[in-house]
């Protein structure tokens, strides 16, 4: 073992120092990182890449999956109308036609025959949208769904009417914006023909509905910004519905005004609404206090939407002049707010009216037409709160099958009528007047012979 010695002369070993590492160079340090980090990048670029497509897959999956549920629907929808409404497995509601000569009840007023009572004093049994199948929102218009309800003796139609490539056709959406209508909510959409001539053939037949003597109803709302479409509307009435089954009030071809009018006119809207502006003395009714049997057998057109403010410039006196068709469509409507025989009404405005009294009382007068609340699920209204307030329509989603449906339903399956008459507080009676005294000569304000001589100048 090496050593030395200190200056005593003391032996002192010397300790061989071995380093314990090699200094390695600071490049050689950056390298070695730069490599971790290319090796790190690959493996985060792998991940992410794998992951991606893993994500891809599902979220395609999940859209593919959505979109087959939609297409689904389309026949979705009517398969769970027949399986609810049939005899084998579900409920039918079992509706016979109004025998118009049946008395109402023993205790109505001079044992009145139903065919006898006005038309605004009868319950209707109404369908709303009577071409969506389930939503209104993202779905589909059908129109199974249209002959489903007709042969449950549905005997109030209700449509929403929309513009597309120049014709009309009917399908479902949101209200408008701003006072315009911007879309539809329904992926599909009939054309108002199809719709019309599916009427024409299935409510007026007894192989397809069960009363098809029964009056029916149709509600018109028209969700179009373009003009045109009260035009389109009118024709495709007067060349679907046969005149055997409408209010005919003209005798010819009405497409091309090649005929004459009858005397039915004087209950559309344009005898009330302009003909009455027109001639203080020009000959109108009221369709709505005719009795039931005036329109039996008979389609009768609603309409709220009518856009009469601009027509009033255009309107001239030669019905057949510029501008017809304006004439030709309001001639096909029976029923309309505009001339004050119908209060259309959500179902929020019956149910929360901060005037019970006097929605009451107008809806004696007036034929109440209640629509369920805007949704995009179709909620059904409760029913039976309209009718306590005489609503005559009060139009159910028939294929929203909830609990109000259900019960809605089977009151008029206890009836076996689509036309109940309301109960007698709920009703309109006119009082006549008893036929005037004949006045006596002496109470008369004519002139008089006075004779001077006679006292007080008495006078005979």
């Given at each position: 073992?090496?050593?030395?010695?200190?200056?005593?002369?003391?032996?002192?070993?010397?300790?061989?120092?071995?380093?314990?590492?090699?200094?390695?160079?600071?490049?050689?340090?950056?390298?070695?990182m730069m490599k971790k980090m290319a090796n790190f990048q690959k493996w985060a670029v792998g991940f992410l890449n794998v992951y991606t497509c893993i994500i891809f897959?599902?979220?395609?999956?999940?859209?593919?999956?959505?979109?087959?549920?939609?297409?689904?629907?389309?026949?979705?929808?009517?398969k769970v109308m027949n399986d609810v409404f049939n005899d084998d497995k579900g409920f039918k509601p079992r509706i016979i036609g109004l025998d118009m000569n049946q008395i109402v009840k023993k205790d109505s007023p001079n044992k009145e025959k139903y065919g006898e009572v006005p038309i605004r004093d009868f319950f209707v049994m109404g369908s709303?949208?009577?071409?969506?199948?389930?939503?209104?929102?993202?779905?589909?218009?059908d129109i199974?769904?249209?002959?489903?309800?007709?042969?449950?003796?549905?005997?109030?139609?209700?449509?929403?009417?929309?513009?597309?490539?120049?014709?009309?056709?009917?399908?479902?959406?949101?209200?408008?914006?701003?006072?315009?209508?911007?879309?539809?909510?329904?992926?599909?959409?009939?054309l108002l023909e199809s719709?019309?001539?599916?009427?024409?053939?299935?409510?007026?037949?007894?192989?397809?509905?069960?009363?098809?003597?029964?009056?029916?109803?149709?509600?018109?709302r028209i969700k179009s910004n373009k003009p045109i479409v009260y035009e389109k509307i009118a024709e495709s009435i007067l060349k679907e519905i046969e005149p055997k089954n409408r209010i005919n009030w003209f005798d010819g071809d009405a497409t091309k005004m090649v005929g004459h009018i009858n005397e039915n006119i004087k209950y559309s809207v344009y005898s009330n609404l302009y003909k009455r502006y027109d001639n203080?003395?020009?000959?109108?009714?009221?369709?709505?206090?005719?009795?039931?049997?005036?329109?039996?057998?008979?389609?009768?057109f609603i309409c709220n939407d009518i856009a009469t403010n601009s027509f009033w410039g255009e309107w001239n006196d030669n019905y057949f002049g510029k501008n017809k068709n304006q004439y030709l469509f309001m001639a096909c409507i029976n029923i309309s707010n505009v001339i004050g025989?119908?209060?259309?009404?959500?179902?929020?405005?019956?149910?929360?009216t901060h005037n019970p009294k006097a929605l009451k009382k107008d809806l004696k007068r007036t034929i109440g037409l209640s629509l369920p609340d805007v949704s995009t699920t179709g909620r059904n209204p409760k029913w039976i709160i309209h009718s306590k307030y005489g609503c005559q329509f009060t139009l159910m989603n028939f294929s929203n099958v909830d609990g109000e449906l259900i019960s809605y339903i089977k009151n008029f399956d206890t009836a076996k009528k689509a036309l109940i008459v309301k109960p007698k507080h709920l009703r309109f009676f006119p009082i006549p007047l008893k036929k005037?005294?004949?006045?006596?000569?002496?109470?008369?304000?004519?002139?008089?012979k006075c004779n001077p001589k006679a006292a007080f100048m008495q006078c005979v």
């Open positions: 073992m090496a050593h030395t010695h200190d200056a005593s002369g003391k032996m002192i070993p010397i300790t061989k120092v071995i380093p314990t590492a090699i200094a390695t160079p600071i490049s050689d340090v950056a390298g070695n897959v599902i979220i395609l999956v999940f859209i593919i999956m959505y979109y087959l549920q939609q297409l689904d629907k389309e026949e979705g929808n009517i709303y949208n009577s071409c969506a199948g389930g939503d209104t929102w993202q779905d589909w218009v199974n769904v249209l002959r489903k309800v007709i042969s449950l003796g549905v005997r109030s139609l209700d449509f929403e009417i929309y513009m597309k490539d120049g014709e009309c056709v009917v399908a479902v959406g949101p209200e408008a914006e701003k006072g315009k209508f911007v879309l539809k909510g329904s992926y599909n959409a009939i719709v019309f001539n599916t009427i024409n053939t299935y409510a007026f037949s007894a192989r397809t509905c069960p009363n098809p003597e029964d009056p029916l109803f149709i509600n018109l203080t003395h020009w000959d109108s009714e009221n369709i709505i206090d005719k009795p039931m049997n005036f329109i039996k057998g008979k389609a009768v025989n119908c209060l259309p009404l959500r179902s929020f405005d019956v149910v929360y005037p005294k004949v006045q006596k000569k002496e109470y008369s304000y004519g002139i008089r």
